[in-house]
């Protein structure tokens, strides 16, 4: 069974500054063996870090893990490090560059890796050089972020043609809850009738897409649950056409929404709420950004049943955080789903509101 959390799609970021450190890393890594907290240290000549690797566990959407690693110079020099870089930008690392290490001393590193607001498995990888040594460190992090209820699989596979499917959705501690829709209409269970049978703690739900025109396919599926901190349980939609091809303007306009959907409290008709969403450049690390990718003018609603304003944008790195006020201006109750697009000087793209409405 996978474990459900860590809303996601950093992706796009992470995976770029993978490749870039994968590829100079080729040749090491290939001798390297993966490794466990409980493991023997990672080498590199008369260089290790421990541990090799920080095992968060489960964590909770949108927060921050900081773990701390020692590296030790088991040399009879001093030696000074060249540089410390992730290969995430989710995640962020003491200044250590230019730092030295006296022969048989130790220096302490220290990285947070910020966990997105969707489920499932997040690692990372920390990378430290030495000045004449051509052989980094690596260090590990990673965790599970986990919604308080649990699906298998964590996603839904509609590639290669495949239309429909079921997945499991489970409560850990065994008590029962009800599954109120699926993207706003009636679910469909397999072996459970909602009109006589009680509330379970487990369900088989099918999708079906087969009816969806070529190109409406959205990004997301998702449940609506009675359970209190989990009105909206988000499940990604693998298919061609939800990925790159989804936001076929990334590279022009250098920049990408590191989660395209959005998840808050249960709202209220009517009643603003203040919600966040963050871009991220696509520029590979250390490289001149494009002017004005960063500049953002503007949050707005593509469907008049919805209001959005920005309130404000802070840049943090090659990331920006966008604060921007939404309301639901029309709607019956229930569950919605809300198309929202931001934009800054060099283009704009869209994200997703997904919530559950008091009538």
Not at 34 to 46: D, G, H, L, R, V
Not at 214 to 233: A, F, H, M, Y
């Amino acid at each position: 069974m996978t474990w459900i959390s860590f809303n996601t799609s950093r992706v796009v970021g992470c995976f770029t500054m993978w490749l870039a450190a994968a590829s100079m890393l080729h040749a090491q890594s290939a001798t390297q063996s993966s490794a466990t907290q409980t493991a023997s240290p990672i080498q590199n000549s008369q260089f290790t870090i421990t541990p090799p690797l920080i095992d968060f566990g489960v964590v909770k959407p949108g927060s921050q893990q900081q773990g701390k690693f020692i590296i030790h110079n088991g040399s009879a020099k001093t030696v000074r490090i060249e540089s410390a870089f992730p290969s995430c930008k989710c995640t962020t690392l003491s200044d250590l560059a230019n730092k030295e290490i006296p022969a048989g001393g130790d220096i302490e590193l220290v990285a947070s890796l910020d966990a997105p607001g969707t489920p499932g498995e997040k690692d990372a990888k920390v990378f430290v050089t030495f000045a004449g040594n051509d052989q980094p460190l690596i260090a590990r992090m990673k965790g599970v972020v986990q919604f308080p209820l649990l699906v298998d699989p964590a996603f839904i596979d509609a590639l290669k043609g495949k239309t429909h499917g079921v997945v499991e959705i489970s409560s850990p501690n065994k008590a029962p809850f009800h599954i109120l829709s699926c993207d706003g209409v009636a679910p469909q269970f397999v072996d459970f009738d909602p009109a006589k049978d009680p509330a379970r703690a487990r369900y088989l739900v099918r999708w079906d897409f087969s009816m969806v025109p070529d190109g409406k396919l959205q990004q997301w599926w998702c449940v609506e649950t009675d359970v209190k901190d989990c009105p909206i349980l988000p499940f990604r939609i693998r298919h061609e056409s939800t990925g790159v091809r989804f936001d076929p303007k990334m590279d022009e306009r250098r920049w990408f929404i590191t989660e395209s959907i959005v998840l808050p409290d249960r709202l209220t008709l009517d009643k603003p709420v203040d919600l966040e969403v963050e871009i991220e450049s696509t520029i590979g690390r250390g490289k001149p950004q494009p002017a004005g990718w960063d500049a953002v003018r503007a949050v707005a609603s593509i469907n008049p049943a919805f209001t959005a304003q920005m309130i404000s944008s802070k840049r943090v790195g090659d990331r920006v955080r966008v604060v921007f006020r939404f309301t639901v201006v029309k709607s019956s109750g229930g569950f919605v789903y809300a198309p929202l697009e931001i934009s800054t000087d060099t283009g704009s793209a869209r994200f997703f509101v997904a919530a559950t409405v008091a009538p």
